[in-house]
């Protein structure tokens, strides 16, 4: 391959030459960047006075495209946000109306400074809402959890929800449907006392709904748990047309966990124990298994012994 040799003189010339061309390429690229443009980008619409009467659906997206103004400095940093901008939109026409036409509220929506370039229009530019019976509800709270104990720890009673329920407002088909209102996941690890603490409730997803109060105060009893054994009686259950039927043993052994401050008052009337005799006549058993049927929330069996239960049926 041949190598061109350059004299000082020949270097200094390529290297200016070279120099003033990227000099000459930034400036054409700030002159071009500096001129004005049209372009788009995307926003979320915000609904604000939502009217009271009436329940209302967005027929279409909760996003629009917006025609901005602007340099070309700044259509090239909106391409690098990413950022969510948004854009409210004010409902008030809807008491009599079933659309919004957003070029209406230009002014105002630019006098909010969220674009640093002013707004010229938006696609669509008109909103179309179906409107329904507008319904309130009161439903009960549900607590999401996802907690880890120590060792030997764990919940020892019913969470306490205070406010227990919550009312939630909206269309009537779509209120009709909720039976509970969930909250956030309340994520805890390594709890070894009882938990006291605040949580968010489950936003709304739609502009037309609405939920009071947005969260609530959450109380979880935790304690230690211990292994405890009690004798209880077997029940036989189905029965029918036999009246002399034995059972051997009468009592199981019932192996549970329990917290440490319920120990002591927890006897064999806080459990039941059962033997269904139908699995013999319709499925032709030897044995019948015990079944707990009764058994305090905050209690865990481990084990019972035995598991079954011999009997003998005598007509």
């Known amino acids: 391959m041949a190598i061109i040799k350059l004299s000082a003189t020949e270097r200094r010339r390529v290297s200016a030459f070279f120099t003033c061309l990227m000099l000459a390429i930034f400036a054409w690229i700030f002159i071009v960047l500096s001129n004005p443009y049209k372009y788009l980008v995307k926003a979320i619409l915000v609904f604000k006075n939502a009217p009271q009467k009436r329940a209302f659906h967005s027929l279409q997206p909760d996003t629009v495209s917006v025609n901005l103004t602007g340099s070309g400095w700044d259509m090239l940093f909106s391409k690098m946000n990413t950022g969510n901008k948004t854009i409210p939109v004010d409902l008030s026409q809807l008491e009599n109306k079933s659309y919004v036409v957003l070029n209406t509220q230009l002014d105002q929506i630019n006098s909010r400074k969220e674009f640093d370039q002013q707004i010229t229009g938006f696609n669509p530019d008109t909103l179309y809402f179906d409107f ?23 919940q020892a009673g019913n969470i306490i929800i205070n406010p227990a329920y919550v009312i939630i407002t909206g269309p009537e088909k779509v209120i009709d449907k909720i039976t509970e209102w969930g909250s956030d996941t309340l994520k805890l690890d390594s709890i070894s006392e009882t938990v006291k603490t605040q949580i968010n409730l489950r936003p709304v997803n739609e502009g037309n709904m609405s939920v009071y109060p947005k969260n609530v105060q959450v109380s979880i009893p935790v304690d230690e748990f211990t292994e405890k054994t009690l004798l ?81 049926v005598k007509k």
């Open 232 to 312: 209880v009686t077997v029940k036989l259950v189905n029965n029918r047309g036999y009246d002399n039927v034995k059972i051997f043993p009468q009592k199981v052994k019932i192996t549970f966990t329990t917290p440490l401050a319920r120990y002591a008052e927890i006897d064999e009337d806080f459990f039941e124990a059962t033997a269904d005799l139908d699995l013999w006549r319709l499925r032709n058993y030897k044995v019948l298994p015990v079944t707990i049927t009764k058994v305090p929330r905050y209690c865990k069996i481990v084990k019972i012994e035995p598991a079954n239960v011999d009997f003998i």
């Open 132 to 154: 329904s019976n507008r319904k309130v509800k009161r439903v009960p709270v549900k607590v999401i959890t996802a907690i880890r104990y120590q060792h030997q720890f764990s």
